[in-house]
């Protein structure tokens, strides 16, 4: 397999089940329940300048995603946080994705019954992470998407590694040329295959309510949060697909995503194809958000 330079540079480093190793020695067992059932549930947790961002409100979902499949979490906060630091500095520091993956673990015979006294596998690697906004407001990466038909199941909340749907989603947006699927559930707007969404119209920005449809995002709640300190008023209210067609902005979010420009929707232009000005606005709020956490003064792990 061919490599890039900087890949070659430096053997990932993974962590699996107390172990830091090369990650082309991690090996998990056929009878895991992550791989027999998509038993699990999963994190990706962005790391700017060896910083993990957010770590608190990942682990905190994490731990809920957990609860809701009665699966005790292995570790506490403090141990989750100390495996990760750990894993930042073995992977080099700089701009990782995390990804941290708690399977229900390796079970007898196959049986969809769970089994008692299982032992979880936990497993956390590391990949290269290109920041796509910062430095990059007049230029920013932009995004095209169709809708599609939501017809996942009833707890897209819950952060779990079973995402055939998501995937097949995602494929008829690869299907048609663009980047990201829009989910539409009975006529609203549910989120992205990957990805959550916000939608301007008239100065005003609108996001779907949290719930059994959607997953709470991590980069969600953050621009929630940053709009509010600075006075942009943003509803979270049901959104019809009508209003999609009809928006000022579309905004994508995720954790890899940060806070994406959509400028064509179903063939259309929006904003004649070019980020909006609302969007300006909160990418420079979200960048000076990013940049004061990797300041050299900051404490090595983001306590916001
Ligand atoms: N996915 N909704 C869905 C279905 C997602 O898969 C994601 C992110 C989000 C945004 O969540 P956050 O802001 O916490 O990343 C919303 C990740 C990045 C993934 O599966 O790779």
Redesign the pocket.
Known sequence: MIQTPVQSALTRIVYLNGDFIPQDEAKVSILDRGFLFGDSIYE?IPVYQGVPFRLPQHLARLRGGLDAIELATPYSDEDWTDIIIQLVAQNGHGNQSLYLQVTRGITGPRSHTIPTNITPTVLVMSSLLSTPMLEQVETPQTQSAICVNDFRWGH?NIKTTSLLA?VMLRQQAQHAGVDEAILIRNGQLT??????IFVVKDGVVRTPPEGPN??G????DLLIEIMAQHYIECRQEPISQQALADADEIWV????KEIAPLVSLDGSPINQGLPGPLWKTVAKHYIAFKRALCAPTHSKQDKS
């Open positions: 990706v897209c998501n989120e992205g295959a990957a990805s959550n959607l997953l995002g991590i980069t969600r979010t995720s954790s890899t």
